[in-house]
Antibody, heavy 127, light 112 residues
């Protein structure tokens, strides 16, 4: 059974870089044609898509965060990671990783719906 | 694409029908395959969202058949035909037609 688990610091100082890792078990990140994504949810608020990465490494980012976000895959560890730089209090949120079902959009295969989710990890930005 | 759900909150009696609406600011119907790029999720307190419906009306495996999705283009509905106590949650719609992928603001469903 596929499981995803987020890990990383729960507290990050303003202006620093938030770094999270999602460890996938019950399936291989590189042997299946899925996207892998990050979504966040500020306390008491709604969901915001951060970005997605294909198992081959191609990435899709939310333009509102694109200048600060890097998502990468480490197939050898069956993990993918999120880095968000120059954080502020507005980046305080529960961060979820998810497996994303691919969909066909014209000639392209693009990220679709979020099929499996991790439990999420709360990251607080505070000095 | 802006996703707008209505109502923001809803109270329904046990066994009654609950209907949640979702409107997109532009069509999420892809003409070449006639599919609506729209999903619905359920989020219970302290839990991650759970996929209920994709392609606007395809129920995810294991989701009870009292949940159904409908609509096309820009207007969609999630219907729970007979509300059960375990359905208390916040429900979100999401479009995956184009980036940035966006969610509705959520609809909180409670028991009357």
């Amino acid at each position: 059974q596929l499981q995803l688990q987020e890990s990383g610091p729960g507290l990050v100082k303003p202006s620093e870089t938030l770094s999270l890792t999602c460890t996938v078990s019950g399936g291989s990140i590189s042997s299946s044609s899925y996207f892998w994504g990050w979504i966040r949810q500020p306390p008491g608020k709604g969901l915001e898509w951060i970005g997605s990465i294909y198992y081959s490494g191609s990435t899709y980012y939310n333009p509102s965060l694109k200048s600060r976000v890097t998502i990468s895959v480490d197939a050898s560890k069956n993990q993918f990671s999120l880095k968000l730089s120059s954080v502020t209090a507005a980046d305080t949120a529960v961060y979820y990783c998810a497996r994303v079902h691919p969909v066909d959009t014209g000639m392209l295969r693009t990220p679709g719906y979020f099929h499996h989710w991790g439990q999420g990890t709360l990251v607080t930005v505070s000095s | 694409i802006v996703m707008t759900q209505s109502p923001d909150s809803l109270a329904v009696s046990l066994g009654e029908r609950a209907t949640i609406n979702c409107r997109s600011s532009q069509s999420v119907l892809y003409s070449s395959n006639n599919k609506n790029y729209l999903a619905w999720y359920q989020q219970k307190p302290g839990q991650p969202p759970k996929l209920l419906i994709y392609w606007a009306s395809t129920r995810e495996s294991g989701v009870p058949d009292r949940f159904s999705g409908g609509g096309s283009g820009t207007d969609f509905t999630l219907t729970i035909s007979s509300l059960q106590a375990e359905d208390v949650a916040v429900y979100y719609c999401q479009q995956y037609y184009s980036t940035p992928f966006t969610f509705g603001q959520g609809t909180r469903l409670e028991i009357k």
